[in-house]
């Protein structure tokens, strides 16, 4: 049966006739993001310097400096589009969170009562960020997303068949000139990237909370979980339709329903199934009149860097750069490294101590009483992972258990969500030859930061060598042949317990950023879950009964994250 071309067009998206701008993503769109470019700093451990080679690669980043930019006359757009987006229920219960809370001042009043407070440190590069979070914050007060026009199942209908790759890249578009058109009166999205710890979640979270009560839905999700959830919806929607139906548009007229404003967590591109969705997958929702907001360790020009097929995902950054305001939160400061009493949930080394200590933590987490320590098995996409010991909320697995039973994102993603505290025993170090695991259990580490969960670990060498000996650190650096910069990033590796992200830099033992970026970021993350406020977050210690149950309330909202809630 010869069906309609699967392409875009004015008549599935009907939106297409409003007042919008059109995205062309072929021809390169660097004229509107150079636009944009500002001049940039950058930021090496606060140690300012000449800028290195990839310093250089962010050449259209704004510096945070810089940043309070007018709004655009897009942004001041009124009224252009009719409402539509004030329904609130979701068809597969995902994505969305209703947006009810009481009218708020935005972003800046909201940062300026926490340091007050004294809940934040004043800090003038995040002051540079919420000013464009606040300049969002006062566009999308007068923004009303126009209905979301699904597309027809007839439209949707395979296409001849081309290449695996160059379908997926390609369809609707991305090596033709797409006919989606974003709204004009559509808010300019942010893009914020920065190093770790720098605290880009916490404005995310900020604005997130504050977004003016017009916008009826919104959401805030962690990258990771979106685009599992996507390829799920997308999954359900062949195996309905058929394997060469295209399932995308469907699936993001489905997301855009259930949220006019959508916050990433970790933007970040690792995998070829979501590069080759991606441009089209954002390209929709802002055609449907989404506005977006991420956070990431990189520059959009350094995502997905040495992708298969990275060539074909350049239109996505095109579309970044075009669409997005991309500024760099360049402050100097990883909070996480501010020190904080620690309640000694990592034990080195594996002696007899170890395992009293981690007996002690699984009783005080776990729930020995009313559910003794006893196997258990959860399931993720038809396979079982086998959980040795649980009870209660909490998880017990030696290293080997864990990575041996469960192996990627979606299997941590699905522990996280069952147990809210893990016990892990038997790390040994891991060393060049070991980066498998290596990655696993950063992964595994990402996803228990993620949900808020807490973790206690004993292990073979401290923290600071686990993913790396010092002597590999050294091998690697005497392969520079360059006695200065070894000494320099010698000096740095002790002077900060043998970690700096600078040193890590200079190494080529990570095999990219995205590696260094993952590992500097596990590293932060342990050592802000040591911290007695996270330990103790939740366990009403020192509490009376009623505060007790306050504590607890308060730190499962923390963790009730979009994927929990609703997967
Ligand atoms: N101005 C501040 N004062 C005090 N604490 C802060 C401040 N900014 C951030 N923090 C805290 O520092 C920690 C790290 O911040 P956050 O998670 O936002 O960093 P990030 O840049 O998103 O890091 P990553 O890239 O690793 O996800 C959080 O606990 C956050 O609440």
Redesign the pocket.
Known sequence: MSRPSAKLCAECFPGALRPSRTLRSTAPLRGAGAAREKSYTTRRNGISGPLTRRDQGLSSVVSSERLALPLRSSQKARGLATTGSDLATSKEGVLEKKNDGPPQDGPMKEYDDRVQSGR??D?PY?RAIIQNLQNMYEALKDYTPSKVIHPTVESLDPQPKQSFFGSFFSRGGAGQTSKLTIPENLPEGLYMF?D???????LMDLFFDTLPPNIKTKTRIHFHNFMQDVHKRMHVVKMKYGNDFDALPMVAANIAETASVLCFD?FQCTDVADAMILRRLLEILMSHGVALVT?S?RHPDDLYKSGIQRESFIPCINLLMSELNVINLNSPTD??KIPRPPAAVYHHPLNEAAEAHAQKWFDYLGDPINDPPHPDTQIVWGRTIKVPRASGKAAKFTFNELIGSATGAADYLELVRHYNAFIITDVPGMNLNQRDLARRFITFIDAVYESRAKLVLTTEVPLTNLFLSPTDVKDELKKDGDDSDLSDAMRNLMDDLGMSVQALKNTSIFSGDEERFAFA?AL??LS?MESKEWVERGMGIGMNEKEGKEDREAWLKTRSHWSEDNM
């Open positions: 934040l440190r800090d995040q920065g770790v710890g720098c605290g880009k979640t916490m970790e956070t360790n909070y996480r970021r932060s993350r802000e």
